[in-house]
Protein backbone atom coordinates (compact mmCIF):
# COMPACT_ATOMS: atom_id res chain seq x y z
CA UNK A 1 0.00 0.00 0.00
CA UNK A 2 1.49 3.55 -1.11
CA UNK A 3 1.83 6.31 1.83
CA UNK A 4 -0.64 8.56 1.80
CA UNK A 5 2.21 11.10 1.53
CA UNK A 6 2.97 9.14 -1.95
CA UNK A 7 -0.26 9.67 -3.03
CA UNK A 8 -1.31 13.13 -2.09
CA UNK A 9 2.09 14.42 -3.43
CA UNK A 10 0.96 13.01 -7.24
CA UNK A 11 -1.80 15.48 -7.01
CA UNK A 12 -2.23 18.56 -9.04
CA UNK A 13 -2.41 21.53 -6.29
CA UNK A 14 -1.51 19.63 -3.20
CA UNK A 15 -0.48 22.16 -0.73
CA UNK A 16 -1.91 21.03 2.90
CA UNK A 17 -2.12 24.60 3.92
CA UNK A 18 -4.73 25.91 1.12
CA UNK A 19 -6.19 22.65 -0.57
CA UNK A 20 -8.66 23.27 -3.27
CA UNK A 21 -11.52 21.27 -2.05
CA UNK A 22 -11.73 19.04 -5.50
CA UNK A 23 -7.88 18.34 -4.74
CA UNK A 24 -9.07 17.16 -0.96
CA UNK A 25 -11.81 15.09 -2.72
CA UNK A 26 -9.62 13.49 -5.38
CA UNK A 27 -7.13 13.02 -2.52
CA UNK A 28 -9.52 10.97 -0.50
CA UNK A 29 -10.74 8.99 -3.28
CA UNK A 30 -7.10 7.31 -3.93
CA UNK A 31 -7.05 6.20 -0.68
CA UNK A 32 -10.35 3.92 -0.67
CA UNK A 33 -10.13 0.34 -1.44
CA UNK A 34 -14.02 -0.85 -1.53
CA UNK A 35 -15.61 -3.43 0.93
CA UNK A 36 -14.86 -6.87 -1.01
CA UNK A 37 -17.14 -8.69 1.84
CA UNK A 38 -20.43 -9.92 0.39
CA UNK A 39 -23.80 -11.31 2.62
CA UNK A 40 -26.90 -12.80 1.50
CA UNK A 41 -30.10 -11.07 2.18
CA UNK A 42 -34.32 -11.42 1.82
CA UNK A 43 -35.10 -8.78 -1.11
CA UNK A 44 -36.61 -6.20 1.19
CA UNK A 45 -33.48 -5.81 3.50
CA UNK A 46 -31.87 -4.93 0.51
CA UNK A 47 -33.28 -1.78 0.43
CA UNK A 48 -30.59 0.94 0.61
CA UNK A 49 -27.77 -1.95 -0.12
CA UNK A 50 -25.00 -2.11 -2.64
CA UNK A 51 -25.58 -5.28 -5.36
CA UNK A 52 -22.41 -7.27 -4.09
CA UNK A 53 -22.43 -9.10 -7.22
CA UNK A 54 -24.32 -8.83 -11.20
CA UNK A 55 -28.03 -10.11 -11.00
CA UNK A 56 -28.69 -12.64 -13.70
CA UNK A 57 -31.97 -12.73 -14.63
CA UNK A 58 -32.91 -16.28 -14.42
CA UNK A 59 -36.26 -15.82 -16.83
CA UNK A 60 -37.45 -13.54 -19.60
CA UNK A 61 -39.50 -10.40 -18.46
CA UNK A 62 -41.47 -10.63 -19.86
CA UNK A 63 -42.35 -14.42 -20.03
CA UNK A 64 -44.63 -14.27 -22.59
CA UNK A 65 -45.46 -12.25 -25.86
CA UNK A 66 -48.85 -10.22 -24.54
CA UNK A 67 -50.67 -7.28 -25.15
CA UNK A 68 -49.98 -3.82 -24.23
CA UNK A 69 -53.89 -2.43 -24.76
CA UNK A 70 -57.38 -3.93 -24.42
CA UNK A 71 -58.49 -5.03 -27.50
CA UNK A 72 -58.47 -7.98 -30.29
CA UNK A 73 -55.39 -10.36 -31.62
CA UNK A 74 -55.43 -10.67 -35.15
CA UNK A 75 -52.99 -12.19 -37.56
CA UNK A 76 -50.97 -9.47 -39.85
CA UNK A 77 -51.78 -11.67 -42.88
CA UNK A 78 -55.56 -11.35 -42.59
CA UNK A 79 -55.25 -6.99 -42.81
CA UNK A 80 -56.26 -5.77 -45.85
CA UNK A 81 -53.98 -3.32 -46.85
CA UNK A 82 -56.25 -0.49 -48.14
CA UNK A 83 -59.84 -1.12 -47.22
CA UNK A 84 -61.68 -2.75 -43.70
CA UNK A 85 -60.90 -6.10 -42.96
CA UNK A 86 -63.96 -8.51 -41.05
CA UNK A 87 -63.12 -10.80 -38.34
CA UNK A 88 -64.54 -13.30 -36.57
CA UNK A 89 -64.09 -13.08 -32.64
CA UNK A 90 -64.06 -16.79 -31.78
CA UNK A 91 -62.91 -16.27 -27.66
CA UNK A 92 -61.19 -13.99 -25.25
CA UNK A 93 -57.54 -13.62 -23.23
CA UNK A 94 -57.60 -12.04 -19.66
CA UNK A 95 -54.48 -11.28 -18.23
CA UNK A 96 -53.43 -14.54 -16.08
CA UNK A 97 -56.36 -17.04 -18.06
CA UNK A 98 -55.19 -17.28 -21.84
CA UNK A 99 -56.91 -18.55 -25.10
CA UNK A 100 -56.29 -21.73 -25.36
CA UNK A 101 -56.94 -22.62 -29.19
CA UNK A 102 -55.29 -21.22 -32.40
CA UNK A 103 -56.38 -18.31 -34.34
CA UNK A 104 -56.84 -19.78 -38.28
CA UNK A 105 -57.69 -16.82 -41.20
CA UNK A 106 -60.42 -14.85 -41.23
CA UNK A 107 -60.56 -15.02 -37.08
CA UNK A 108 -59.76 -12.88 -34.10
CA UNK A 109 -59.34 -12.88 -29.81
CA UNK A 110 -60.59 -10.62 -27.66
CA UNK A 111 -57.51 -9.88 -25.34
CA UNK A 112 -57.32 -7.50 -22.56
CA UNK A 113 -54.01 -5.63 -21.90
CA UNK A 114 -51.02 -8.53 -20.15
CA UNK A 115 -52.84 -11.12 -21.82
CA UNK A 116 -50.93 -13.64 -23.45
CA UNK A 117 -51.23 -13.33 -27.25
CA UNK A 118 -52.88 -16.65 -28.82
CA UNK A 119 -51.24 -18.83 -31.45
CA UNK A 120 -51.12 -17.32 -34.02
CA UNK A 121 -51.30 -13.96 -33.54
CA UNK A 122 -49.06 -11.16 -34.13
CA UNK A 123 -50.75 -7.98 -34.03
CA UNK A 124 -53.06 -6.28 -31.30
CA UNK A 125 -55.96 -3.98 -32.62
CA UNK A 126 -56.82 -1.28 -29.90
CA UNK A 127 -60.31 -1.55 -28.93
CA UNK A 128 -61.22 2.37 -29.93
CA UNK A 129 -60.50 2.07 -33.53
CA UNK A 130 -62.95 -1.56 -33.97
CA UNK A 131 -66.40 -1.43 -35.01
CA UNK A 132 -68.43 -4.46 -33.55
CA UNK A 133 -70.65 -6.19 -35.23
CA UNK A 134 -72.69 -9.08 -33.49
CA UNK A 135 -70.09 -11.79 -33.01
CA UNK A 136 -67.30 -10.05 -35.57
CA UNK A 137 -65.16 -6.62 -35.78
CA UNK A 138 -64.63 -4.18 -38.15
CA UNK A 139 -61.17 -3.09 -38.38
CA UNK A 140 -60.09 0.21 -40.56
CA UNK A 141 -56.89 0.25 -42.55
CA UNK A 142 -54.03 1.24 -41.26
CA UNK A 143 -53.30 -1.27 -38.73
CA UNK A 144 -49.03 -1.97 -38.53
CA UNK A 145 -47.92 -5.90 -37.74
CA UNK A 146 -46.61 -6.33 -34.38
CA UNK A 147 -48.32 -3.11 -32.84
CA UNK A 148 -49.76 -2.92 -29.30
CA UNK A 149 -48.18 -5.83 -28.54
CA UNK A 150 -44.86 -7.06 -25.71
CA UNK A 151 -42.16 -9.52 -26.51
CA UNK A 152 -41.38 -12.12 -24.30
CA UNK A 153 -37.55 -11.17 -22.71
CA UNK A 154 -38.48 -7.52 -24.37
CA UNK A 155 -37.82 -5.71 -20.15
CA UNK A 156 -35.08 -8.35 -19.56
CA UNK A 157 -33.77 -11.58 -21.33
CA UNK A 158 -32.83 -14.79 -19.38
CA UNK A 159 -29.01 -15.34 -18.62
CA UNK A 160 -28.51 -11.24 -19.01
CA UNK A 161 -27.22 -8.84 -16.26
CA UNK A 162 -30.29 -7.32 -14.91
CA UNK A 163 -28.44 -5.14 -12.69
CA UNK A 164 -24.52 -4.79 -12.12
CA UNK A 165 -22.58 -5.02 -8.57
CA UNK A 166 -21.91 -1.80 -7.18
CA UNK A 167 -25.89 -0.97 -7.76
CA UNK A 168 -27.51 1.12 -5.47
CA UNK A 169 -30.82 -0.82 -4.17
CA UNK A 170 -33.96 1.78 -4.23
CA UNK A 171 -37.28 1.55 -4.78
CA UNK A 172 -37.14 0.44 -8.81
CA UNK A 173 -34.84 -2.38 -7.64
CA UNK A 174 -36.38 -4.13 -5.35
CA UNK A 175 -39.28 -4.11 -7.77
CA UNK A 176 -37.28 -5.64 -10.28
CA UNK A 177 -35.70 -8.59 -8.49
CA UNK A 178 -38.91 -8.89 -7.35
CA UNK A 179 -40.72 -9.41 -11.05
CA UNK A 180 -37.21 -11.74 -12.00
CA UNK A 181 -38.28 -14.10 -9.04
CA UNK A 182 -35.83 -13.03 -6.50
CA UNK A 183 -36.34 -14.25 -2.96
CA UNK A 184 -33.16 -13.17 -1.84
CA UNK A 185 -30.08 -11.20 -2.80
CA UNK A 186 -26.28 -10.67 -2.31
CA UNK A 187 -25.28 -7.46 -1.31
CA UNK A 188 -21.80 -5.68 0.17
CA UNK A 189 -21.21 -5.69 3.78
CA UNK A 190 -22.37 -2.25 5.21
CA UNK A 191 -19.07 0.54 6.16
CA UNK A 192 -18.50 0.01 9.88
CA UNK A 193 -17.88 3.59 11.22
CA UNK A 194 -16.66 4.73 15.02
CA UNK A 195 -17.23 8.05 15.62
CA UNK A 196 -16.88 10.13 18.96
CA UNK A 197 -16.81 13.82 19.92
CA UNK A 198 -13.92 15.38 21.28
CA UNK A 199 -13.57 18.96 23.95
CA UNK A 200 -13.65 19.19 28.02
CA UNK A 201 -16.46 21.72 27.24
CA UNK A 202 -18.89 19.17 26.11
CA UNK A 203 -22.30 17.83 27.99
CA UNK A 204 -24.03 15.17 27.47
CA UNK A 205 -28.13 15.21 26.90
CA UNK A 206 -30.31 15.10 29.71
CA UNK A 207 -28.42 16.44 32.38
CA UNK A 208 -28.03 20.30 33.23
CA UNK A 209 -25.06 22.67 31.55
CA UNK A 210 -22.41 23.40 34.22
CA UNK A 211 -20.88 27.14 33.27
CA UNK A 212 -19.06 27.10 30.20
CA UNK A 213 -20.46 23.46 28.83
CA UNK A 214 -22.01 23.39 25.49
CA UNK A 215 -24.30 19.93 24.69
CA UNK A 216 -22.62 17.80 22.34
CA UNK A 217 -24.58 17.90 19.39
CA UNK A 218 -21.97 16.80 16.81
CA UNK A 219 -22.46 13.13 17.95
CA UNK A 220 -25.67 13.37 16.71
CA UNK A 221 -25.40 14.83 13.43
CA UNK A 222 -22.86 12.75 12.75
CA UNK A 223 -25.29 9.34 14.04
CA UNK A 224 -27.62 10.91 11.27
CA UNK A 225 -25.69 11.43 8.32
CA UNK A 226 -24.10 7.83 8.92
CA UNK A 227 -27.34 5.81 9.29
CA UNK A 228 -28.67 8.25 6.26
CA UNK A 229 -25.67 6.23 4.35
CA UNK A 230 -26.56 2.68 5.47
CA UNK A 231 -23.77 2.81 7.48
CA UNK A 232 -23.19 0.23 10.76
CA UNK A 233 -22.18 2.95 13.62
CA UNK A 234 -20.11 2.50 16.64
CA UNK A 235 -20.79 5.97 18.66
CA UNK A 236 -17.98 6.08 21.63
CA UNK A 237 -19.40 9.08 23.60
CA UNK A 238 -17.10 12.08 24.02
CA UNK A 239 -13.60 12.03 24.97
CA UNK A 240 -11.66 14.24 27.10
CA UNK A 241 -9.20 16.14 25.35
CA UNK A 242 -5.93 14.64 27.42
CA UNK A 243 -3.58 12.27 25.60
CA UNK A 244 -4.00 9.30 27.35
CA UNK A 245 -8.24 9.35 26.67
CA UNK A 246 -7.81 10.38 22.96
CA UNK A 247 -5.14 7.59 22.46
CA UNK A 248 -7.32 4.95 23.78
CA UNK A 249 -10.08 6.04 22.08
CA UNK A 250 -8.45 6.19 18.93
CA UNK A 251 -7.22 2.65 19.22
CA UNK A 252 -10.42 1.22 20.06
CA UNK A 253 -12.22 3.37 17.38
CA UNK A 254 -9.80 1.94 14.54
CA UNK A 255 -9.98 -1.77 15.63
CA UNK A 256 -13.62 -1.89 15.61
CA UNK A 257 -14.38 -0.26 12.75
CA UNK A 258 -13.20 0.45 8.99
CA UNK A 259 -14.01 3.97 9.60
CA UNK A 260 -13.19 6.49 12.28
CA UNK A 261 -15.10 10.06 12.26
CA UNK A 262 -14.29 12.21 14.89
CA UNK A 263 -15.22 16.11 15.32
CA UNK A 264 -13.31 18.97 16.97
CA UNK A 265 -9.70 19.21 18.09
CA UNK A 266 -7.76 19.44 14.65
CA UNK A 267 -7.51 23.30 14.25
CA UNK A 268 -4.27 24.90 14.39
CA UNK A 269 -2.44 25.62 17.77
CA UNK A 270 -4.80 22.94 19.20
CA UNK A 271 -3.28 21.03 21.53
CA UNK A 272 -0.60 19.47 20.22
CA UNK A 273 -0.84 16.19 21.55
CA UNK A 274 -3.54 15.85 19.08
CA UNK A 275 -1.06 15.59 16.07
CA UNK A 276 1.44 13.45 18.50
CA UNK A 277 -1.32 10.46 19.30
CA UNK A 278 -2.55 10.48 15.60
CA UNK A 279 0.45 9.91 14.39
CA UNK A 280 1.83 7.55 16.69
CA UNK A 281 -1.19 5.51 16.03
CA UNK A 282 -0.92 5.60 11.92
CA UNK A 283 -0.82 8.23 8.91
CA UNK A 284 -2.27 11.44 9.50
CA UNK A 285 -2.31 14.05 7.58
CA UNK A 286 -3.62 18.01 8.68
CA UNK A 287 -5.04 19.85 5.96
CA UNK A 288 -5.90 23.52 5.71
CA UNK A 289 -8.80 23.09 3.26
CA UNK A 290 -9.73 26.12 0.76
CA UNK A 291 -13.00 26.32 2.28
CA UNK A 292 -15.82 28.21 4.55
CA UNK A 293 -17.18 26.74 6.45
CA UNK A 294 -14.68 23.49 7.52
CA UNK A 295 -11.19 24.77 7.40
CA UNK A 296 -9.24 22.46 8.99
CA UNK A 297 -9.26 18.60 8.74
CA UNK A 298 -7.18 15.56 9.66
CA UNK A 299 -7.39 12.72 7.24
CA UNK A 300 -5.32 9.63 7.33
CA UNK A 301 -5.22 5.73 8.12
CA UNK A 302 -5.33 4.28 12.14
CA UNK A 303 -4.43 0.33 11.58
CA UNK A 304 -6.62 -0.54 8.80
CA UNK A 305 -8.97 2.17 9.45
CA UNK A 306 -9.64 5.05 7.68
CA UNK A 307 -9.58 8.36 9.20
CA UNK A 308 -11.78 11.67 9.28
CA UNK A 309 -11.03 14.17 11.94
CA UNK A 310 -13.67 16.82 11.34
CA UNK A 311 -13.67 20.43 12.78
CA UNK A 312 -15.81 20.94 15.89
CA UNK A 313 -18.13 23.53 14.78
CA UNK A 314 -21.27 22.12 14.33
CA UNK A 315 -22.22 23.51 10.55
CA UNK A 316 -18.38 22.77 9.84
CA UNK A 317 -19.02 19.28 11.00
CA UNK A 318 -21.83 18.79 8.51
CA UNK A 319 -20.60 20.51 5.60
CA UNK A 320 -17.31 18.45 5.78
CA UNK A 321 -18.98 15.08 6.00
CA UNK A 322 -21.61 15.58 2.60
CA UNK A 323 -17.94 17.46 0.61
CA UNK A 324 -15.41 14.13 2.21
CA UNK A 325 -16.81 11.70 4.20
CA UNK A 326 -20.22 10.81 2.44
CA UNK A 327 -18.02 10.36 -0.90
CA UNK A 328 -15.94 8.20 0.83
CA UNK A 329 -18.40 5.57 2.32
CA UNK A 330 -20.09 5.07 -0.35
CA UNK A 331 -16.96 4.38 -2.55
CA UNK A 332 -16.58 1.91 0.26
CA UNK A 333 -19.51 0.31 0.01
CA UNK A 334 -18.73 -0.62 -3.05
CA UNK A 335 -21.05 1.97 -5.25
CA UNK A 336 -20.29 1.40 -9.06
CA UNK A 337 -22.58 4.30 -9.73
CA UNK A 338 -22.04 8.26 -9.93
CA UNK A 339 -22.86 9.71 -6.57
CA UNK A 340 -21.76 13.07 -7.10
CA UNK A 341 -24.37 15.05 -5.75
CA UNK A 342 -26.21 16.85 -8.54
CA UNK A 343 -25.46 20.45 -8.75
CA UNK A 344 -28.45 22.97 -10.31
CA UNK A 345 -27.82 26.59 -11.38
CA UNK A 346 -30.59 28.69 -10.08
CA UNK A 347 -30.61 32.55 -9.80
CA UNK A 348 -29.79 33.86 -6.40
CA UNK A 349 -32.29 35.84 -4.69
CA UNK A 350 -29.87 37.52 -2.05
CA UNK A 351 -27.11 39.11 -3.15
CA UNK A 352 -23.57 37.30 -1.31
CA UNK A 353 -20.26 38.80 0.00
CA UNK A 354 -17.60 36.23 -0.99
CA UNK A 355 -13.81 36.13 -1.80
CA UNK A 356 -12.10 34.39 -4.94
CA UNK A 357 -9.18 31.74 -3.59
CA UNK A 358 -11.98 28.93 -1.71
CA UNK A 359 -15.10 27.07 -2.17
CA UNK A 360 -17.88 28.44 -0.04
CA UNK A 361 -21.05 25.91 1.21
CA UNK A 362 -23.94 28.58 2.20
CA UNK A 363 -26.94 27.47 3.51
CA UNK A 364 -30.22 27.85 1.26
CA UNK A 365 -33.56 27.57 1.09
CA UNK A 366 -34.46 26.82 -2.93
CA UNK A 367 -38.21 27.27 -3.25
CA UNK A 368 -40.44 28.62 -5.98
CA UNK A 369 -41.01 32.67 -6.30
CA UNK A 370 -43.99 34.26 -6.90
CA UNK A 371 -43.94 33.64 -11.16
CA UNK A 372 -43.48 29.74 -10.11
CA UNK A 373 -39.54 29.26 -10.70
CA UNK A 374 -37.25 27.92 -8.96
CA UNK A 375 -35.02 30.35 -7.05
CA UNK A 376 -32.64 29.92 -3.75
CA UNK A 377 -31.82 32.59 -1.04
CA UNK A 378 -29.70 32.06 2.42
CA UNK A 379 -31.55 31.18 5.45
CA UNK A 380 -30.73 33.74 7.82
CA UNK A 381 -27.41 33.58 10.41
CA UNK A 382 -24.69 31.46 8.59
CA UNK A 383 -22.15 31.37 11.17
CA UNK A 384 -20.07 28.20 11.34
CA UNK A 385 -21.79 27.41 14.82
CA UNK A 386 -25.60 28.19 13.92
CA UNK A 387 -26.58 24.52 13.42
CA UNK A 388 -30.20 26.36 12.87
CA UNK A 389 -28.84 27.23 9.91
CA UNK A 390 -28.68 23.48 8.51
CA UNK A 391 -32.01 22.90 10.30
CA UNK A 392 -34.22 25.38 7.58
CA UNK A 393 -31.88 24.61 4.71
CA UNK A 394 -32.69 22.28 2.14
CA UNK A 395 -29.83 22.87 0.02
CA UNK A 396 -26.19 24.14 -0.42
CA UNK A 397 -25.41 26.98 -2.10
CA UNK A 398 -22.07 26.33 -3.78
CA UNK A 399 -19.78 28.98 -4.45
CA UNK A 400 -16.93 27.67 -6.44
CA UNK A 401 -13.11 28.49 -5.65
CA UNK A 402 -12.54 31.28 -8.29
CA UNK A 403 -15.87 33.18 -8.24
CA UNK A 404 -15.99 36.36 -6.22
CA UNK A 405 -18.94 38.01 -4.93
CA UNK A 406 -23.13 37.48 -5.94
CA UNK A 407 -26.03 40.01 -7.39
CA UNK A 408 -29.21 39.65 -6.79
CA UNK A 409 -30.13 37.54 -9.84
CA UNK A 410 -26.85 35.60 -11.17
CA UNK A 411 -27.01 32.30 -11.31
CA UNK A 412 -25.48 29.72 -8.42
CA UNK A 413 -24.94 26.71 -8.40
CA UNK A 414 -26.88 24.67 -5.67
CA UNK A 415 -26.78 20.86 -4.31
CA UNK A 416 -30.16 19.92 -2.98
CA UNK A 417 -29.56 17.91 0.25
CA UNK A 418 -32.87 15.64 0.02
CA UNK A 419 -33.98 13.92 -3.42
CA UNK A 420 -36.28 10.61 -3.75
CA UNK A 421 -34.33 7.67 -2.76
P1 LIG B 1 -12.66 22.75 18.26
O1 LIG B 1 -12.49 22.45 16.81
O2 LIG B 1 -12.48 21.56 19.13
O3 LIG B 1 -11.81 23.90 18.67
O4 LIG B 1 -14.16 23.25 18.42
C1 LIG B 1 -14.62 24.38 17.75
C2 LIG B 1 -15.98 24.82 18.31
O5 LIG B 1 -16.95 23.82 18.12
C3 LIG B 1 -15.98 25.14 19.79
O6 LIG B 1 -16.82 26.25 20.03
C4 LIG B 1 -16.57 23.89 20.40
O7 LIG B 1 -17.19 24.14 21.64
C5 LIG B 1 -17.56 23.46 19.36
N1 LIG B 1 -17.73 22.04 19.43
C6 LIG B 1 -16.73 21.12 19.39
N2 LIG B 1 -17.22 19.88 19.48
C7 LIG B 1 -18.57 20.01 19.61
C8 LIG B 1 -19.64 19.09 19.76
N3 LIG B 1 -19.40 17.78 19.78
N4 LIG B 1 -20.91 19.56 19.82
C9 LIG B 1 -21.13 20.89 19.77
N5 LIG B 1 -20.17 21.81 19.65
C10 LIG B 1 -18.89 21.40 19.57
MG1 LIG C 1 -12.16 21.18 21.08
Redesign the pocket.
Known amino acids: MSSLAQIVSCLDDYDPDALPVETARAAIRAMIAPIAVNERVAVRAALGRVLGEDVVSPVDVPAHDNSAMDGWAVRGDDLAPAGATRLREIGTSYAGRAFAGTVGAGECVRVMTGAVMPAGTDTVVIQETVQVEGDAIVVPPGQVRGQHMRLAGEDLARGKPALRAGQPVRAAELGLLASLGMAEVVVRRRPRVAFF???D??ASVGRPLAEGQ??????YTIFGMLKRLGCDVIDLGVVRDDRASLARALADASAAADVVVT?????VG?ADFTREVLASLGEVLFWKIAMRPGRPMAVGRLGGALFFGL????VAVMVTFYQFVRDALLALAGRADAFELPTLRVPCETALRKKPGRTEFQRGVLARNAAGEWTVRVTGGQGS?VLRSMSEANCFIVLEHARGGVQPGDLVSVQVMDGLA
Open positions: STGELVYDSNRSGGVSEPGNPG
